[in-house]
């Protein structure tokens, strides 16, 4: 082949590449040029994850753009948010929201984690009582309570019973208490969310009676009728009705005595004599039958 059209041929397609690259940039600097530009909105993140609780400084907020529109809710300012505590969760980088903040002067901690009604009891548990670790914030538990009531039937035993239901966990975690010879002994305590009236029973169980948490499914929200049972019980096999553990003990009634048999009297034996015009009657009782 001759040397001059391979030149001229190689020259044609340098050529023909340098003007389509030429052509493909002008194209898309004036696409990109054309397209709008997103539009960026200021807001206030979070430098850190925040955990529930913590109580918001001016270090863990930072201004930044946000594509697009201002999610629902997003604090815009950062004196708006310094002070507060937080109530659920919050990540880097995330839009601090302000459903997820505690009121402003409502302070840090567990206190601003409570609903407005509502209190928050501690109770202390073991490994096992506690559900074997598994009880944790968010989780939902029934209380059952175990002892002796006053005045109760000593045939019966230790009685059981479901006290409260579907109750909210708060927290849980460990405590720092003495014991008897004032050592310190770390302890597992479980905060529940009670309201007022749960919350005097729970305190008034928690130091008479022995308490255990049993886990329930947090949409299972039906309400169980129990009646409870005893250790007699769980012997002879048969359910408690004793309706309230408390009460006095089942008399025994003494049975009627039986009526006296109702002896049947024949009807008298009635003989007429007759004396010429006069008529006389005799009557006669036989005997009555055994």
């Given at each position: 082949m001759n040397k001059r059209f391979l030149s001229v041929l190689v020259f044609a397609l340098v050529i023909a590449g340098g003007a389509t690259l030429l052509f493909y940039r002008l194209v898309a600097s004036r696409i990109s040029a054309s397209a709008p530009k997103p539009v960026m909105a200021q807001v206030i993140v979070a430098t850190h994850n925040l955990d529930v609780?913590?109580?918001?400084?001016?270090?863990?907020?930072?201004?930044?753009?946000?594509?697009?529109?201002?999610?629902?809710?997003?604090?815009?300012?950062?004196e708006d948010l310094v002070g507060r505590?937080?109530?659920?969760?919050?990540?880097k980088g995330e839009p601090i929201l302000e459903t997820r903040l505690?009121?402003?002067?409502?302070?840090?901690?567990?206190?601003?984690t409570i609903p407005p009604g509502m209190r928050a009891v501690a109770v202390r548990v073991n490994e096992i009582i506690g559900v074997a670790g598994y009880v944790v914030p968010g989780m939902r538990v029934d209380v059952l309570i175990s002892g002796v009531p006053p005045n109760s039937r000593a045939d019966l035993g230790t009685l059981s019973k479901t006290l409260l239901q579907n109750i909210e966990v708060l927290t849980a975690g460990q405590n720092m208490q003495k014991d008897a010879e004032g050592k310190p002994i770390t302890v597992p305590v479980v905060t529940l969310l009670v309201t007022p009236e749960q919350a005097e029973i729970l305190s008034l169980?928690?130091?008479?009676?022995?308490?255990?948490?049993?886990?329930?499914?947090?949409?299972?929200?039906?309400?169980?009728?129990?009646s409870g049972t005893a250790v007699a019980n769980l012997f002879s096999g048969t359910k408690f009705t004793g309706g309230s553990p408390g009460g006095e003990p089942a008399r025994r009634v003494a049975p009627k005595p039986k009526p006296a048999p109702v002896v049947k009297e024949k009807p008298p034996i009635v003989v007429e004599v007759y004396q010429g015009n006069q008529r006389q009657e005799t009557k006669f009782r036989p005997e009555p039958e055994d």
């Open positions: 609780g913590t109580l918001i400084r001016d270090p863990d907020l930072a201004s930044a753009g946000w594509p697009g529109e201002v999610p629902l809710g997003a604090v815009a300012k950062k505590g937080v109530l659920s969760a919050i990540y505690a009121p402003k002067g409502a302070g840090a901690g567990l206190a601003a169980a928690g130091s008479q009676t022995q308490v255990q948490l049993v886990l329930r499914n947090p949409l299972d929200t039906q309400i169980a009728k129990t």
